[in-house]
C-alpha cells in the first residue's frame, strides 16, 4: 500500500481507490473520470464539498500529474506484492556492512556478505556462493524426497493393508454372527422339540390318568343316582298319614319295602382313583436332564483327550483318561515282580465316585517274587502328554484337579501351574501370579492354533483365568505334570 503521507491525496473519495484517469472539477477536486461522469449524471454537484458543477461550462481534463504519481503507487504496489514484502531489496544487504548478501555461510545456514566472512563471528566457516549453496541444497531435497517417496509408499501399503484387516475383521465378525446365530438357532430348536415332547407325554399322562378318574365317578355317580331315589321314596312314603295308604304304597307294585331289600350300603366299596400323575425326574430336575440329553448334540464337544507318559514315576490309566504319579510302594512292588514288564501292576485303582475321579487301594494278588533285592528308584516328576497333536482349528478340554496339591497343565513351557494354594501363569519359563482367586476343580483349556493363543477356564462357571500367546511352530499336546510326587491323587480329562 502507499505510504500515509500521500496516499489520501491520490485516492478517489468516490470509488476509494488510487486514481484511475482522473479529472479536476472548477472546485479543485479530483475524482477518476468514470467516478465524476456517473455522480454528476445524477447530481450537478461536487461529491466532496457539494458545489454545484454546470455540465455545459465544465470541461473534464485529464490531471496528467495525478495519472502518473497515481500510476508510479500502482507500480510499486504490484512489485510488493509479487515479492511478498515491503522490505524485499533490504532484504538482500547485509543489515551491519549494508553489502550485497553474495555468500551462504554453511557451518551457521545463513546469507552474508563479503565482509562477513572476513570477520571473526565466521571465523573458520565453510562458505558457497548463493547459487552453489541453492545447487547443494536442492540436490539434497532431491534426494530427501526419494527417501520420503519410498517412505509414503511404505506407509500408502501399510495403511492398504491395515484397511484389509479391517475388512477380514468386519468380515470375520458377520461370519460369527452368523455362526453364533445359527448354534443358538439349533439349540433353540433342541429345547423347543423337547419341550413340545415332555409337555406331549405329560398331556397322555394326564389324558389316561383323566380316563381312569371318569369311570370311577361314573360309577360313583350311578350309585348316587339309585341311592338319591331310594331316599325320595322314602321321604314321600313317610309324608302318609293315612294308614291304609301307607301300608299300600310300601307293598304295591315296585313298593318302597322291595326298594329297601334291595338296598346295598355301596360307599365304603366304590372306588376312589387318587391323582398319581407325575414326570419323574422332569418335576424337580429338568433343566439338568434335559441339559445332559443336550450333551449328545452339542458339537463340537471338548476333546477326549488320551494320555502317554515315559516317565519312570507316572502312571496311565487303561483307558488312557487319568494320570498320577507312582507312590514308593508301587515301584517296590514292581521291581519285586518276577516279570518285570508289569508296570506298577499294584493295588492303586482309580475309581469314578460322584462323577469325581478317586484313588482306591485293593490288595495285590499273590504272586512269585524275585529274590533279588528291591530296585532303588530315584524320584522325578512325572509328566505326560496326550497322544493326540494339534497343528490347526481350535480345541479345547477339561481336567479334574480338585484334590491335586501341584499341577502343570496346558502346552509344554506354555501352561497355568498350582502349587501351595498358589496359582501361576508360566510362559517359555517366564512366570507370573495369575489374577484368579478361589479354587479350581475343573481347569477348562482353550487352544487356537489359529491365532496361538493359549486360554485357561475356571470351567464350572466358564470364566475365563488368562490369556497367552505361544511361539511353537511344531504339532504341539496336551501337557499334564505333576510336580509333588507324593500327591496319589489323578489329573483326570473329563469326557462328556
Not at 360309577?219 to 325320595?232: A, F, H, P, R, Y
Not at 515315559?310 to 514308593?328: E, H, L, M, Y
Request: hydrophobic share 30%; glycine share 4%; charged share 25%.
Amino acid at each position: 500500500m502507499a505510504s500515509s503521507s500521500y496516499s489520501e491525496d491520490l485516492t478517489c473519495s468516490v470509488c476509494l481507490s488510487l486514481f484511475t484517469e482522473p479529472v479536476m472539477l472548477l472546485c479543485g477536486h479530483s475524482f477518476c473520470r468514470e467516478c465524476i461522469t456517473t455522480s454528476l449524471s445524477s447530481q450537478q454537484c461536487c461529491p466532496q464539498c457539494r458545489s454545484e458543477v454546470s455540465m455545459e461550462k465544465t470541461s473534464l481534463t485529464t490531471n496528467h500529474a495525478l495519472k502518473s504519481l497515481a500510476e508510479r503507487v500502482k507500480e510499486k504496489e504490484r512489485i510488493k506484492k509479487e515479492s511478498g514484502t515491503d522490505s524485499q531489496v533490504n532484504d538482500w544487504l547485509c543489515s551491519e556492512h549494508e553489502e550485497k548478501l553474495k555468500l551462504f555461510c554453511v557451518t551457521d545456514q545463513q546469507f552474508v556478505c563479503l565482509i562477513c566472512r572476513d570477520g571473526e563471528k565466521h571465523e573458520g566457516h565453510k562458505f558457497k556462493p548463493v547459487r552453489e549453496a541453492a545447487e547443494s541444497l536442492k540436490k539434497e531435497f532431491q534426494a530427501f524426497l526419494q527417501t520420503v517417496s519410498v517412505e509414503i509408499s511404505a506407509v500408502e501399503k501399510r495403511a492398504k493393508t491395515q484397511n484389509e484387516e479391517i475388512t477380514k475383521t468386519k468380515e470375520k465378525s458377520h461370519k460369527l454372527m452368523s455362526q453364533i446365530s445359527r448354534q443358538f438357532q439349533e439349540m433353540h430348536e433342541f429345547l423347543r422339540k423337547r419341550e413340545a415332547e415332555i409337555k406331549n407325554e405329560l398331556k397322555l399322562k394326564e389324558n389316561e390318568e383323566v380316563k381312569k378318574m371318569n369311570k370311577s365317578a361314573n360309577e360313583i355317580g350311578t350309585v348316587l343316582s339309585g341311592n338319591k331315589k331310594i331316599e325320595e321314596k322314602m321321604k314321600s312314603a313317610l309324608k302318609i298319614t293315612n294308614s291304609e295308604r301307607f301300608l299300600k304304597m310300601c307293598t304295591e307294585g315296585n313298593s318302597v319295602l322291595k326298594t329297601k331289600s334291595y338296598f346295598q350300603q355301596k360307599a365304603k366299596k366304590l372306588p376312589v382313583i387318587n391323582s398319581c400323575l407325575s414326570m419323574g425326574v422332569y418335576e424337580s430336575h429338568l433343566q439338568f436332564f434335559v441339559w445332559k440329553e443336550m450333551l449328545q448334540v452339542i458339537k463340537p464337544k471338548p476333546e477326549q483327550l488320551s494320555l502317554s507318559s515315559k516317565s519312570p514315576d507316572g502312571i496311565v490309566s487303561n483307558d488312557g483318561r487319568s494320570f498320577r504319579s507312582a507312590c514308593q510302594q508301587c515301584k517296590t512292588y514292581q521291581s519285586q515282580l518276577s516279570n518285570p514288564n508289569n508296570r506298577y501292576h499294584c493295588g492303586h485303582q482309580i475309581r469314578t465316585v460322584n462323577n469325581i475321579p478317586t484313588l482306591t487301594y485293593n490288595k495285590p494278588p499273590q504272586l512269585q517274587y524275585n529274590t533279588q533285592p528291591p530296585i532303588q528308584y530315584n524320584t522325578q516328576p512325572p509328566t505326560a502328554l496326550s497322544k493326540d497333536q494339534f497343528i490347526s482349528g481350535q480345541h479345547y478340554w477339561e481336567v479334574h484337579v480338585e484334590q491335586m496339591n501341584s499341577w502343570k497343565l496346558g502346552l509344554q513351557y506354555y501352561f497355568m501351574r498350582y502349587n501351595g494354594g498358589r496359582y501361576t501363569i508360566s510362559k517359555n519359563n517366564v512366570e507370573k501370579n495369575a489374577t484368579f482367586t478361589g479354587n479350581i476343580k475343573k481347569l477348562g483349556i482353550y487352544l487356537n492354533c489359529f491365532t496361538k493363543e493359549l486360554s485357561f477356564y475356571d470351567a464350572d462357571n466358564m470364566k475365563l483365568i488368562e490369556t497367552i500367546t505361544y511361539q511353537l511352530s511344531d504339532p504341539v499336546a496336551a501337557y499334564f505334570h505333576i510336580e509333588n510326587t507324593a500327591d496319589q491323587f489323578p489329573l483326570t480329562v473329563c469326557w462328556y
